[in-house]
């Protein structure tokens, strides 16, 4: 199993464009996530789902979108990038409410 | 008052040491307890998970959970230079509400 990946690595974006941060899981999980990561601050929820179909706003949400159209993948969509959204990404998955989370190896956002 | 609160040292242990890691935490509702092991620039990694209140061990690690004073501790034993990474708490109760630590950074020094 490879897990949670993740895609681009890394990404420079300039303000006011666009892009779409990739995440598949293959260990069959029902919940994903995604969290930024800024120093200091610990992991901050952006957006979680429950399954294929479901999704709902976490902690940060503003600025993203996400769609979940089959239980693998997980996109982060980022309108109108902003320096303020500059941070690591990282996407998770569990396989349950309260089970624990396996997270994938990130993404890390330049907006300048 | 936040959630889960989390020392950020940096800390650093000579080799051998035993190490421990701390965080406290506000929500008597909490059962479920997490340690992660964050290397600089990857993604965190599940070390511990425990449910409720009490210790368990694997390899040198034991994770320990005292419910009545809130508080979950980390222990490493002969601490080793492939230890040093940052630790991150994490806890929940069953829904979908999950709180991180902000980390704690360790480097065992050879």
């Known amino acids: 199993n490879a897990g949670v990946t993740q895609t681009p690595k890394f990404r420079i974006l300039k303000i006011g464009q666009s892009m779409t941060l990739q995440c598949t899981q293959d260990?069959?999980?029902?919940?994903m996530y995604w969290y930024r990561q800024d120093p200091g601050m610990g992991l901050k929820l952006i957006y979680y789902?429950?399954?294929?179909?479901?999704?709902d706003k976490g902690e940060v949400p503003n600025g993203y979108n996400v769609s979940r159209s089959t239980t693998e993948d997980f996109p982060l969509r980022l309108e109108l990038a902003a320096p303020s959204q500059t941070s690591v990404y990282f996407c998770?998955?569990?396989?349950?409410?309260?089970?624990?989370?396996?997270f994938g190896p990130g993404t890390r956002l330049l907006v300048l | 008052q936040k959630e889960v609160e989390q020392d950020p040292g940096p800390l650093s242990v000579p080799e051998g040491a035993i190490v421990s890691l701390n965080c406290t935490y506000s929500?008597?509702?909490?059962?479920?307890f997490m340690w992660y092991r964050q290397y600089s620039r990857k993604g965190p990694e599940l070390l511990m998970y425990?449910?409720?209140?009490g210790n368990k061990e694997d390899g040198r690690f034991t994770a320990q959970v005292d419910k009545s004073s809130k508080y979950i501790s980390l222990f490493i034993r002969d601490s080793q230079p492939s230890d040093s990474a940052t630790y991150l708490c994490?806890?929940?109760?069953?829904?979908?509400?999950?709180?991180f630590g902000t980390g704690t950074s360790l480097t065992v020094i050879p």
């Open positions: 998770a998955s569990s396989l349950g409410v309260g089970g624990a989370k396996y």
């Open positions: 260990m069959n999980h029902n919940y």
């Open positions: 789902s429950v399954g294929a179909g479901i999704t």
């Open positions: 929500n008597s509702a909490f059962q479920y």
């Open positions: 425990t449910y409720s209140s």
């Open positions: 994490a806890m929940t109760n069953t829904g979908n509400q999950f709180y």
